[in-house]
């Protein structure tokens, strides 16, 4: 079964690289203000790590890691980012939550049981470790909860993530918030993606 997935994982990777290929690549980047792009390369930062996706065959890599392979995750987060962009995207400065977030309503259930709930029981108890995470990764702390950052996923994408501990009464909560427009930057779905992404950074930082 693990077999079956991963290899459809593969496949739509694969499809999605060859799409690529088809598209007017100029466009997307001048609609999403990417500069740094030749005729060979486009090159955008994802959590903070440089990307290289080329041009010719849509293969992304990272040119500090040259036998890096892109997890499927990855390639999903960059190919949707320059295909399910707006024409014209802009981000509000509303900051809102996931259930605000355009269209991702659906998805809402998703997104607490693969995001919230998990990656709060993780870090319950862990308030410290949780702010040296964010701080190794380079996240900018803000003043929200017991500890607080936001996040820079694209330049064009940030998401804040905010923790509480628990206590004999609460739970630990984990809040994430969005810019209000972040679907017109990404698929509603892709959302999850890429919280359950930036959680994942802080995990393995501990």
């Not at 870090?123 to 900018?140: I, S, Y």
Request: aromatic content about 14%.
């Amino acid at each position: 079964m693990k077999e079956e997935i991963s290899s459809n994982y593969e496949k739509l990777s694969e499809q999605w690289r060859r799409d690529f290929l088809g598209w007017d690549q100029e466009a997307m980047c001048r609609k999403l203000g990417i500069t740094d792009y030749d005729e060979d390369s486009i090159r955008l930062s994802y959590f903070g790590i440089l990307y290289r996706i080329d041009r010719k065959t849509g293969l992304i890599s990272r040119p500090d890691e040259p036998e890096y392979v892109p997890s499927f995750n990855t390639q999903m987060a960059i190919y949707h980012l320059l295909y399910y962009s707006s024409e014209h995207p802009h981000n509000s400065g509303e900051w809102v939550n996931f259930r605000e977030v355009k269209k991702a309503g659906v998805f809402e259930k998703a997104f607490e049981k693969i995001v919230l709930r998990p990656f709060a029981q993780a870090f319950a108890g862990r308030t410290e470790a949780f702010e040296e995470a964010g701080r190794k990764l380079g996240f900018v702390p803000i003043p929200y909860g017991d500890a607080a950052f936001e996040v820079s996923v694209f330049s064009c994408i940030p998401i804040r993530v905010m923790f509480w501990d628990g206590d004999e009464e609460f739970p630990a909560k984990l809040t994430m918030l969005f810019d209000k427009n972040i679907t017109q930057f990404t698929h509603p779905e892709t959302v999850v993606l890429l919280a359950e992404e930036c959680m994942r950074l802080f995990l393995k930082m501990l």
